[in-house]
């Protein structure tokens, strides 16, 4: 079984910072990509940011320039710096992973919990 653990979310006032982790742990042999995606009420979940295991990065074009997704291959974990952040990023943050069982092929997809961020204007 695999479980992904998001923290740091909160509520902040619109131009400061937050920054979120996921952890990764249970049954996996490797991580391919990871992701933030988040859904804010009313809205259908939608991608922030994702990097693959080789670090390349994707962002959605309202976050670029002020988010910035990071991963430790290592430690298996994931963060995403916000900064700058506006009224229009509150949602539920979800950490997402794609990952390989031991002795399979191919990826499944685990999710977290999610994990609440609230900017005030």
């Known amino acids: 079984q695999v479980q992904l653990v998001e923290s740091g979310g909160g509520l902040v006032q619109a131009g400061e910072s937050l920054t979120l982790s996921c952890a990764v742990s249970?049954?996996?042999?490797?991580?391919?990509?990871m992701g933030w995606y988040r859904q804010a009420p009313g809205k259908q979940r939608e991608l922030v940011a994702a990097?693959?295991?080789?670090?390349?990065?994707n962002y959605a074009a309202s976050v670029k320039g002020r988010f910035t997704i990071s991963r430790d291959n290592v430690k298996n974990t994931l963060s995403l710096q916000m900064n700058s952040l506006k009224p229009e990023d509150t949602a539920v943050y979800y950490c997402?992973?794609?990952?390989?069982?031991?002795?399979?092929?191919?990826?499944?997809?685990?999710w977290g919990q999610g994990t609440l961020v609230t900017v005030s204007s």
């Open positions: 990097i693959t295991s080789g670090n390349s990065m």
């Open positions: 997402n992973a794609d990952y390989t069982p031991p002795l399979r092929t191919g990826y499944l997809a685990a």
């Open positions: 249970g049954n996996i042999n490797s991580i391919n990509a």
